[in-house]
């Protein structure tokens, strides 16, 4: 836009000085006409002075003076015409002047006037992947702003499957997942990456608050079948059978991915931690690691410090609690139903951090939370310093609310509180 302006206005003062030109030199012209004219004047004056004195009308004294005055007329007369001249060519050199000025000034004032009153992060893909990438780490006005700017720029540039990718991201970051959804669905009408794809299952089912049963375990077994190996879609369908408690399915999945991640990879000792999880959950032996275990194996004596430093922390990161349903609801509630007991962020997201489940018929339940009911791994109930906990009743045995559910919820509650007393008083609202 800057070059386009600067190129009108040059043509327009390059116009201006060619006009100017020619009308200097017409000015020249018209100019040298005036001189010539004044000096045949001046020669006919002449004449007839010299006449007058040969008719004894003039005496020599008169004819000089009069030759003097004419003299003196010529003069001013050339004189103001030269004037005229010399000062039209310098006239015209002032556009020149602005030119340069221009050529200058308009781009330095366009950039201050955008970075004032524009958006600049909106010019830079990668910068806004990076603060998408630490959500965590910038305040909810930064969020907005970042995503207001990318919808500004998507306005004008609809195709721009970066810009869409990142508007996706900054709203689920920002927790919108609704408008992360819409945007991830632009951005795969763009382009049928299954990456993106895993994505957009795991952006469903958080709007699903964390079930994955219908689309996004459909976009996970479509990817999968392209693709056995797709370590996204392994990792997504592990943790989701795990927040089904399918640790079967979970094991199983896992243990693929294990297979195609590197020894070296800084996610495999992660996801070791999580295959080790699900055995001891399904009740099997601790299968060896692909981890270089001699570089993490620790001497004994450190060992034994580090095991008992592990049981504090463990201690210290477990809710507890009991679980009961009023006389008044009792008629309400079958003793098929499902109990879920979770805990959540205080504020946030709603996935759950930790859930245990069991049957109406076992209430009053005593439960506990910790890391090894985790849903997922890689969001753990001891990286929370105080959570919220709920209990939800349902008939129809799946975790997202349904209408009738009954259920009680708690907030905050500290981690390493214990003796809870969640009684179930009314429906769920």
């Given at each position: 836009?800057?070059?386009v302006?600067?190129?009108?206005i040059?043509?327009?003062?390059?116009?201006?000085?060619q006009?100017?030109?020619?009308?200097?030199?017409?000015?020249?012209?018209?100019?040298?006409?005036?001189?010539q004219?004044?000096?045949?004047?001046?020669?006919?004056?002449?004449?007839?002075?010299?006449?007058e004195?040969?008719?004894?009308?003039?005496?020599?004294?008169?004819?000089?003076?009069?030759?003097?005055?004419?003299?003196r007329?010529?003069?001013?007369?050339v004189?103001?015409?030269?004037?005229i001249?010399?000062?039209?060519?310098?006239?015209?050199?002032?556009?020149?002047?602005?030119?340069?000025?221009?050529?200058?000034?308009?781009?330095?004032a366009?950039?201050?006037?955008?970075?004032?009153?524009?958006?600049?992060?909106?010019?830079?893909?990668?910068?806004?992947?990076?603060?998408?990438e630490?959500?965590?780490?910038?305040?909810?006005?930064?969020?907005?702003?970042?995503?207001?700017?990318?919808?500004?720029?998507?306005?004008?540039?609809?195709?721009?499957?970066d810009?869409w990718?990142?508007?996706?991201?900054?709203?689920?970051?920002?927790?919108?997942?609704d408008?992360?959804?819409?945007?991830?669905?632009?951005?795969?009408?763009?382009?049928?990456?299954?990456?993106?794809?895993?994505e957009h299952?795991?952006?469903?089912?958080?709007?699903?608050?964390?079930?994955?049963?219908?689309?996004?375990?459909?976009i996970?077994?479509?990817?999968?079948?392209?693709?056995?190996?797709?370590?996204?879609?392994?990792?997504?369908?592990?943790?989701?059978?795990?927040?089904?408690?399918?640790?079967?399915?979970?094991?199983?999945?896992?243990?693929?991915a294990r297979?195609?991640?590197?020894?070296?990879?800084?996610?495999?000792?992660?996801?070791?931690?999580?295959?080790?999880?699900?055995?001891?959950?399904?009740g099997?032996?601790?299968a060896p690691?692909?981890?270089?275990?001699?570089?993490?194996?620790?001497?004994?004596q450190?060992?034994?410090?580090?095991?008992?430093?592990?049981?504090?922390?463990a201690?210290?990161?477990?809710?507890?609690?009991?679980?009961s349903?009023?006389?008044?609801l009792?008629?309400?509630?079958?003793?098929t139903?499902?109990?879920?007991?979770?805990?959540?962020?205080?504020?946030?997201?709603?996935?759950?951090?930790?859930?245990?489940?069991?049957?109406?018929?076992?209430?009053?339940?005593?439960?506990?939370?910790?890391?090894?009911?985790?849903?997922?791994?890689?969001?753990?109930?001891?990286?929370m310093?105080?959570?919220?906990?709920?209990?939800?009743?349902s008939?129809?045995?799946?975790?997202?609310?349904?209408?009738?559910?009954?259920?009680?919820?708690?907030?905050?509650?500290k981690?390493?509180?214990s003796?809870?007393?969640?009684?179930?008083?009314?429906?769920?609202?």
């Amino acid at each position: 836009m800057v070059v386009v302006v600067l190129t009108v206005i040059c043509v327009s003062l390059w116009r201006g000085s060619q006009l100017g030109a020619d009308a200097s030199h017409q000015a020249q012209e018209n100019a040298d006409d005036p001189v010539q004219a004044n000096a045949a004047v001046y020669k006919d004056q002449i004449h007839d002075l010299e006449k007058e004195y040969v008719l004894g009308n003039l005496s020599s004294e008169e004819l000089q003076i009069a030759k003097d005055e004419l003299a003196r007329r010529l003069l001013d007369d050339v004189g103001d015409t030269a004037q005229i001249t010399k000062s039209t060519p310098q006239a015209w050199r002032a556009p020149w002047i602005w030119v340069m000025g221009f050529v200058f000034l308009v781009p330095v004032a366009a950039s201050v006037m955008y970075a004032v009153m524009g958006q600049p992060l909106a010019l830079n893909p990668a910068a806004l992947q990076a603060e998408a990438e630490q959500g965590s780490d910038i305040s909810p006005e930064k969020m907005t702003e970042m995503a207001t700017a990318l919808m500004r720029r998507l306005q004008d540039e609809p195709n721009q499957i970066d810009g869409w990718i990142m508007l996706a991201r900054v709203q689920r970051a920002r927790e919108h997942f609704d408008e992360s959804d819409e945007a991830f669905r632009k951005a795969l009408a763009l382009s049928k990456d299954d990456n993106l794809a895993i994505e957009h299952a795991e952006v469903l089912a958080q709007k699903n608050q964390g079930n994955f049963a219908g689309q996004p375990w459909a976009i996970i077994q479509r990817v999968l079948t392209a693709d056995p190996q797709h370590l996204n879609a392994l990792l997504l369908a592990g943790s989701a059978s795990y927040s089904e408690l399918n640790y079967r399915s979970a094991l199983r999945f896992w243990e693929r991915a294990r297979e195609v991640v590197e020894p070296a990879s800084p996610d495999a000792p992660e996801l070791d931690r999580a295959i080790a999880q699900t055995r001891e959950k399904m009740g099997l032996p601790s299968a060896p690691t692909r981890s270089n275990a001699l570089a993490n194996a620790p001497t004994s004596q450190s060992a034994t410090s580090s095991v008992g430093a592990s049981n504090n922390q463990a201690s210290s990161a477990r809710i507890s609690g009991r679980v009961s349903v009023i006389k008044e609801l009792a008629d309400k509630v079958a003793p098929t139903d499902t109990v879920f007991v979770f805990a959540t962020p205080v504020s946030g997201s709603r996935m759950p951090l930790a859930i245990v489940r069991t049957t109406a018929d076992k209430l009053p339940f005593d439960f506990v939370l910790d890391d090894s009911t985790s849903m997922n791994p890689a969001a753990k109930l001891s990286s929370m310093a105080e959570v919220t906990v709920k209990v939800r009743i349902s008939k129809s045995g799946q975790a997202m609310a349904q209408p009738g559910d009954l259920g009680v919820s708690l907030t905050p509650v500290k981690l390493g509180s214990s003796g809870l007393n969640l009684m179930v008083r009314e429906p769920l609202q």
